[in-house]
């Protein structure tokens, strides 16, 4: 970057015309507010020592040279913040809540952000502090990295530059609170990742080679974000191709239990032939990965839990006022025992099937919507969504799961998707009881938006209104295309 | 610390359902509710919104008897699961004795689990707690569905520490293992509770 040179220098030669680095620095960070009904600890309790919030309560790091500092540092925010590390020697990998708090406010997206997402950092973008361990990067860099959490792009006169403390990489991979009491996934998998002050060795490139979990297209095209999605997404979703990705890479995210990767190792790992159609996508974005599909993939020793671990359960059993209908309930569920389950360390269990195939295909659905176009689920549900009246439409399990379709904002569509197919059923066996015949489907009517949905079997067809009910012949056709795909499942069953 | 009252006889312990939004803490007390018998219990107390939400906390104090003379009394309370109420969380969490903490199951929950689970260590934090130092057992729910992460993903994001902690798959809504977890906590509060205090009820014999 070339307006770094001015980081570089020291402060008191460099006639900026910006904020001295060294008061933002010393920025006391605002203590956490206390009101009349605060906690007050009872004399009986322990109380912890007061200290730096990242300080762990009992060391299990090894100290770290500077040397190993300098070539493989992590960022840490105070003790409220997600841990961050750097990733690499090229990357830093810096979590969002590292320096949330040193944003501008009027630079600050109205959602707040997870503060324990990380977003990658050239090293070279950012200077290295080693005798106060900080680092300071430019806003600028921070806005490209991470553009979702600004309100807008950073223009040369809000750019500033935003400095945070800096750890050592074992003790920013622990969780906040009870850090040395977490096992670092990454260390235990990886004994070799402690070496972070050693250069890459030649047979690396071999190794990583090795190194790769597949995973199918189709399920990260699924939850795809709307935002990049290329245009032409659709007229591959249902492609069997696989994707490679550094299953270091996923391994080190797994215990924040999200998964995602940047765009463009998304594109590295994508097959030749589909690589030109996500060329266009921002390289920093995040892809996420979906953990289920992670999962069928996952080696079975990808995940293990510290071996060092002490049990606090009581020896003695006691008999407390809840046993009878503890020992009640399990006789009532017919399970073997109410104790504790059971410490699994077998593989992940294979994945059930999702009811309905994105590939299937139907020439009645042809014939519902009158064109000689193939139709599949996300082309059906596109049909669906395009029929006069509706803004969106998705399909689910009656469970939530979503199969295809989208019904707009992401948070919406999934309180939607879990409300209303629970909803239309609650109501259907109260109308059975009513004896008023079968439940066809239900509408809420909410200030902004109209919601339907339509349940057949384990399949519920939801949709968006454009703020007025259904147009005639509009709920007819829903229902028609909805227990075709019904029959289309159950056939998919029986095969 | 429980609270003991020596006018009254009674020892009362707080209990609190932790966890992310929509995960079932006020279902185990729906549950616990509905299976104890009014004489022991209070009415639960319970303010959502019209979408049932947690907007403040649920409240149910169970009443038990002692043997020795001494009344045990258990309150029950959820925290509203959603981010924004953090400051409901600390207050509810003042002075607890134990906690469940009631993750949901589901895939596309985990990242919700873990947020949870880390904001309950940083709202003890303030009270001066560590995770290790309270009674907490795990409870992973809705088991029942069938879009759920398997059990050793759940011990690896929650229970990978030093202290292993129980932990119970559960349904909440039907009532599975809802009142195994609920022992599993009281009889940890109840051997700590023991320890701390021999001289005061030498020999444990709850009953209602």
């Known amino acids: 970057m070339p307006f770094l040179h001015w980081f570089r220098k020291p402060p008191a030669s460099a006639p900026t015309g910006f904020e001295p680095v060294e008061r933002i620095v010393t920025e006391p960070v605002a203590p956490a507010p206390v009101s009349p009904d605060s906690p007050v600890p009872d004399s009986h309790q322990t109380i912890a020592p007061p200290g730096p919030p990242e300080q762990p309560l009992e060391t299990e790091s090894e100290p770290v040279s500077e040397e190993a500092v300098t070539d493989h540092v992590a960022i840490a925010g105070s003790a409220k913040d997600a841990p961050a590390e750097l990733a690499t020697g090229r990357y830093l990998s810096v979590s969002i ?30 200077v290295i502090h080693h005798e106060t361990n900080e680092a300071t990067l430019p806003l600028s860099i921070l806005s490209l990295s991470c553009p979702e959490i600004f309100t807008r792009p950073v223009e040369p006169s809000d750019d500033v530059p935003v400095t945070f403390p800096i750890t050592a990489p074992n003790e920013a991979a622990r969780a906040p609170g009870d850090r040395d009491d977490i096992l670092d996934p990454e260390k235990s998998s990886h004994p070799e990742a402690q070496d972070s002050g050693t250069e890459p060795k030649a047979g690396e490139a071999a190794r990583s080679a090795a190194n790769e979990i597949k995973v199918r297209l189709q399920s990260i095209l699924a939850d795809f974000p709307h935002d990049l999605a290329p245009e032409t997404i659709h007229s591959f979703a249902q492609t069997e191709a696989e994707i490679s990705l550094p299953l270091d890479m996923i391994k080190a995210q797994l215990p924040n239990g999200r998964v995602a990767v940047p765009a463009s190792t998304f594109a590295a790992g994508l097959p030749e032939d589909l690589k030109p159609l996500f060329a266009g996508i921002d390289p920093t974005a995040e892809i996420p ?29 006691v008999a407390t006022p809840f046993t009878g209908p503890a020992e009640e309930d399990a006789r009532r569920f017919a399970q073997p025992s109410a104790g504790p389950s059971p410490q699994r360390k077998t593989a992940p269990r294979k994945i059930e099937q999702l009811p309905v195939q994105a590939n299937a295909a139907s020439d009645k659905l042809q014939a519902i919507f009158m064109t000689d176009e193939p139709l599949d689920l996300v082309t059906t549900l596109k049909k669906v969504a395009e029929l006069p009246g509706l803004q969106s439409c998705a399909l689910t399990t009656t469970e939530g799961q979503k199969l295809a379709g989208n019904l707009g904002d992401p948070n919406q569509e999934k309180l939607v998707s879990g409300l209303l197919p629970d909803l239309f059923q609650r109501t259907h066996s109260v109308f059975n009881e009513l004896s008023t015949g079968a439940l066809e489907g239900i509408t809420i009517y909410a200030g902004a938006c109209h919601f339907s949905a339509f349940v057949r079997g ?35 069953k029986s095969n | 610390m429980p609270t003991i009252n020596y006018g009254s006889k009674e020892v009362q312990f707080k209990i609190v359902f932790y966890g992310p939004a929509l995960g079932g803490k006020t279902s185990n007390l729906v549950y616990i509710h509905s299976r104890i018998s009014p004489s022991h219990r209070g009415d639960l107390v319970s303010l959502a919104t019209a979408a049932d939400r947690t907007l403040f906390f649920d409240f149910l104090p169970i009443n038990a008897l002692m043997l020795h003379g001494f009344k045990m009394k258990f309150q029950l309370y959820t925290v509203p699961g959603q981010v924004i109420y953090n400051s409901t969380r600390q207050l509810v969490l003042r002075n607890v004795d134990g906690v469940v903490f009631v993750a949901d199951s589901q895939w596309e929950k985990m990242e919700e689990n873990v947020g949870s689970i880390r904001n309950l260590e940083e709202n003890l934090q303030k009270q001066g707690l560590a995770l290790k130092q309270i009674p907490i057992v795990l409870q992973f729910n809705k088991r029942d569905l069938s879009n759920v992460a398997p059990v050793n993903y759940l011990e690896y994001l929650l229970n990978n520490r030093k202290k292993r902690l129980q932990s119970f798959e559960a349904v909440a809504n039907s009532g599975a293992n809802v009142f195994a977890t609920l022992d599993a906590v ?21 009953g209602w």
Do not use: W
Request: hydrophobic share 35%.
């Open chain 1, 289 to 317: 990965i979906p953990l289920r599909e992670i999962f069928s993939h996952l080696p079975a020793d990808a995940i293990e839990i510290r071996k060092d671990q002490e049990s606090d359960h009581p020896e003695e059993k």
């Open chain 1, 97 to 126: 809540g590292a320096f949330y708090d040193k944003l501008p406010t009027h630079l600050r997206a109205a959602k707040t952000p997870s503060l324990t997402r990380t977003v990658q950092i050239a090293e070279e973008d950012a």
């Open chain 1, 458 to 492: 384990q399949l519920c067809l939801s949709v968006v209104h454009d703020n007025r009910p259904f147009k005639p012949g509009v709920r007819e056709k829903i229902q028609v295309v909805l227990n075709e795909l019904e029959a289309m499942t159950s056939g998919a």
């Open chain 2, 186 to 206: 009281t009889q940890l509060l109840l051997h700590r509770f023991k320890k701390e205090n021999p001289q005061l009820i030498p020999g444990i014999q709850p």
